[in-house]
């Protein structure tokens, strides 16, 4: 996948780390992502899925909408699980704007 530089990209970083330790390989196989805007915050929404490898991805798919995803100059305001299943999964993203 091919997404611009930015809090998107530093947020797959963020997703790959925390997957890393759960010894769960990630792959971005598909993305929709939107603009999002309040009168107070603007982000974007996103909706990835992944394909899953290796470690325990479903403890890891579990502690996903609770972890911690350092993103510089954003910050994750809503994340869950939509639809998963032993090798994939549809994460969606709510990621804000740190201004």
């Keep these: 996948m091919n997404f611009h530089l930015g809090a998107i990209a530093r ?12 010894q ?26 992944l394909a899953l490898g290796g470690g325990d991805r479903q403890c890891w798919l579990s502690a996903l909408p609770l972890a911690e995803l350092p993103v510089r100059g954003a910050f994750v305001a809503d994340l869950h699980v939509e639809h998963r299943t032993e ?13």
Excluded: K
Excluded at 11 to 19: D, M
Excluded at 87 to 99: N, P
């Design 11 to 22: 947020l797959l970083r963020a997703l790959h780390q925390n997957a890393e330790t759960y």
């Design 24 to 49: 769960v390989a990630i792959e971005v196989i598909g993305h929709e992502e939107q603009p999002w805007a309040s009168a107070t915050f603007a982000g974007h929404r996103l909706r990835l899925t």
């Design 87 to 99: 090798d994939t999964a549809r994460v969606a993203i709510l990621l804000i704007d740190d201004a």
